[in-house]
Nanobody
Framework: QVQLVESGGGLVQAGGSLRLSCAAS????????MGWYRQVPGKPRELVAA???????NYADSVTDRFTISRDNAKNTMYLQMNSLKPEDTAVYYC?????????????WGQGTQVTVSS
């Protein structure tokens, strides 16, 4: 069983920065994929950034060059450094871990952390 706990959300002015953390408990390997998603009321959850085996990363177009995803495998923790924040980045941010064990895929989610960017 894997548990994910996000932290680091809050209120920030436009142009500011925040760093989100996702602490994982349970067996997550460096080859497992992890990612950050966000959701605003009335809209589907969307991928913000993901990191996979070999630290390959991909980003939503809207956050490229502003956000950076990283992970510390020794600490079982993933991060999202968010710079130059915009009001449209306001959302609940969720941590995700996608594990493949044999022929079975497992998706785990954190409880979410609110990020609010004021104009």
């Amino acid at each position: 069983q894997v548990q994910l706990v996000e932290s680091g959300g809050g209120l920030v002015q436009a142009g500011g920065s925040l760093r989100l953390s996702c602490a994982a408990s349970g067996k997550i390997f460096s080859t497992d994929s992890m990612g950050w998603y966000r959701q605003v009321p009335g809209k589907p959850r969307e991928l913000v950034a993901a990191i996979a085996s070999g630290d390959r990363t991909n980003y939503a177009d809207s956050v490229t060059d502003r956000f950076t995803i990283s992970r510390d495998n020794a600490k079982n923790t993933m991060y999202l450094q968010m710079n130059s924040l915009k009001p449209e980045d306001t959302a609940v941010y969720y941590c995700n871990a996608r594990l493949i064990r044999g022929f079975v895929n497992y998706d785990y989610w954190g409880q979410g952390t609110q990020v609010t960017v004021s104009s």
